[in-house]
């Protein structure tokens, strides 16, 4: 199913809604099929893999990585309950490695390439080359604006809306920029929920922070333990 026919697959009014409210939905609609915090640990990057291995504690640093994976985890399986078809594997690598090769924190447009590059290098062994291609693309069409990729597909359209959600951290979260209804009308009233409790359970010094957002995550109800 294209990412077109799809896009309006929850019908929910466009409201505002409460924390409360919104996690409550997800839970609703998923039950089950929330995702465990055991899934995650398969994708966490490791530090020798950021080409600035010291500000991996930066706004697109290890932190950033695990709130993306998490909203492409929920809003995947959200949309894949309605039908729509994607490839979840390739989803949570992109979410992994899309800033690895970020040089400095400002536009640096090329870190896209280059994060594609990597991927090509050093994931080739360890995954099927269809999810390895779509791992570049969505590396490399998560920078530019929508109408500049080659193809929207569903996926790209999923990663860019996980990718988006967490601007709250830099307070440039526009909903009506959102692709999906699911984004729109649910996902964005936990966005701010994810990274403040994130932000709240860091500790002074060194600190696994891949985990402390997973543990955010199980906190509010987001992430099964």
């Not at 640990?41 to 640093?61: M, Q, S, T």
């Not at 988006?164 to 830099?170: E, K």
């Not at 002074?204 to 509010?220: C, M």
Request: aromatic fraction near 8%.
């Amino acid at each position: 199913m294209s990412f077109e026919l799809q896009q309006n697959a929850w019908s929910a009014s466009p409201r505002s809604i409460s924390q409360d409210e919104a996690l409550d939905e997800v839970k609703r609609l998923l039950g089950e099929n929330l995702p465990t915090s055991s899934l995650f640990a398969a994708y966490k990057p490791l530090r020798d893999w950021f080409a600035r291995p010291a500000e991996i504690a930066n706004i697109h640093g290890i932190a950033h990585e695990a709130r993306v994976m998490i909203w492409q985890e929920i809003l995947a399986r959200l949309l894949i309950k309605e039908g729509v078809s994607l490839d979840q594997e390739a989803l949570r690598w992109a979410a992994a490695t899309h800033d690895l090769q970020r040089l400095d924190d400002g536009s640096d447009f090329p870190h896209g390439k280059r994060a594609a590059a990597w991927v090509e290098r050093n994931l080739k062994q360890r995954l099927p080359e269809a999810t390895l291609k779509m791992v570049m693309y969505l590396d490399t069409w998560h920078v530019p604006a929508d109408v500049h990729a080659p193809a929207m597909t569903p996926e790209l359209a999923v990663f860019k809306d996980a990718d988006s959600l967490d601007r709250v951290r830099i307070y440039d979260l526009d909903p009506q920029y959102l692709r999906w209804d699911y984004s729109k009308n649910l996902l964005q009233y936990l966005a701010q929920a994810l990274f403040m409790e994130s932000e709240a359970r860091r500790q002074p010094g060194e600190v696994d922070l891949f985990e402390v957002v997973i543990e955010a995550a199980v906190a509010l109800g987001l992430v099964r333990a």
